[in-house]
């Protein structure tokens, strides 16, 4: 898999930037707290849209950054002053699929030429968003769940018209979530949403099927999820520290005719890796469904 040219690295791409948020939902407020946290941006660059006054209370209280009403409003905030045309600018879409049309109308000519777009919305191509908006640099993205704590997997791609250092702030503002991945085209987003976007949703059933299994033998709930959670984190933890393939793992633990084997043949039996992977495999087809509506 390849990457985007890269150009020398800055101290922080994102400095003096703008940074509009049409849609402060639940993934835009975890980039917002994120971006915050890191210190790459000042609340001060800061501009968002949420359609009822409590919530943009609620966020203007939180993390003193300025919320407006108008989707347009805040767009339109995020473009440069004249004594500062080299600032990067961006406006980030995070409304539900479902809003998106709706959105991207209300957003029609408002775009200045240099903005870049970044859209986190789900099943939205980047086509889609560049036709109706008539602007050509978008990036598209799509993070998952544990980028609300710092600890997300977010894939992303852009169009041709998007520019070097506009790549630099894109990492910037994903890297806030956690880990960023550029990927080659908009097809491996598709994937990227079966996998790791929609990925928690595997490994929260995981979780609860097994502390289910603890509850069964005759754990309390709470022993039982404290023991499943960890045992969890510390895997992912050493797998990744180990650099190790999965299934050399596993056989570290794997004795003959041991306890893991016993469990391994229960696994197998039941066609645990088929399931998974048809589960993934509808969760692909379904984002490639939502692109076309």
């Known amino acids: 898999m390849t990457t985007p040219p890269q150009q020398a690295a800055q101290a922080n791409p994102l400095r003096d930037a703008r940074l509009s948020f049409v849609g402060v939902g639940v993934m835009a407020e975890a ?18 849209s949420h359609p009822r006054a409590t919530r943009r209370e609620e966020l203007q209280t939180q993390y003193g950054v300025r919320m407006v009403e108008s989707n347009r409003e805040a767009a339109a905030a995020a473009a440069q002053p004249r004594e500062a045309p080299a600032a990067a600018s961006v406006v980030v879409i995070a409304v539900k699929p479902q809003r998106s049309g709706g959105v991207l109308q209300e957003l029609k ?12 919305v789900a099943g939205t191509r980047m086509e889609t968003i560049a036709s109706e908006l008539g602007h050509d640099g978008v990036v598209r993205a799509m993070p998952n769940t ?51 976007a929609t990925g928690p949703t595997y490994i929260f059933m995981m979780m609860e099927a097994l502390v289910d299994a603890g509850v069964h033998m005759g754990f309390s709930r709470h022993v039982a999820q404290e023991m499943v959670t960890q045992t969890m984190l510390g895997s992912v933890l050493f797998a990744r520290e180990t650099h190790k393939h ?8 794997t004795s003959p005719g041991g306890t893991s084997a016993e469990a391994i043949y ?15 495999y509808a969760a692909y087809q379904r984002a490639v469904a939502l692109g076309r509506k």
């Open 109 to 120: 000519g408002v775009l200045a030429p240099d903005q870049l777009l970044l859209s986190v």
């Open 266 to 280: 229960q696994m197998e039996k039941g066609s645990l890796r088929t399931v998974l992977s048809k589960a993934v």
């Open 31 to 48: 980039m917002i707290a994120g971006l915050l946290r890191r210190q790459l941006v000042e609340r001060s660059q800061i501009v968002g």
């Open 146 to 196: 544990p980028a609300q704590i710092g600890q997300g997997m977010t894939a992303w791609t852009v169009t041709p018209q998007v520019g070097e250092r506009q790549l630099e702030v894109v990492r910037a503002i994903l890297g806030a979530l956690g880990r960023e991945m550029y990927v080659e085209n908009e097809n491996m987003i598709d994937m990227a949403t079966a996998l790791s």
């Open 246 to 253: 999965p299934a050399e793992l596993r056989n570290m633990v």
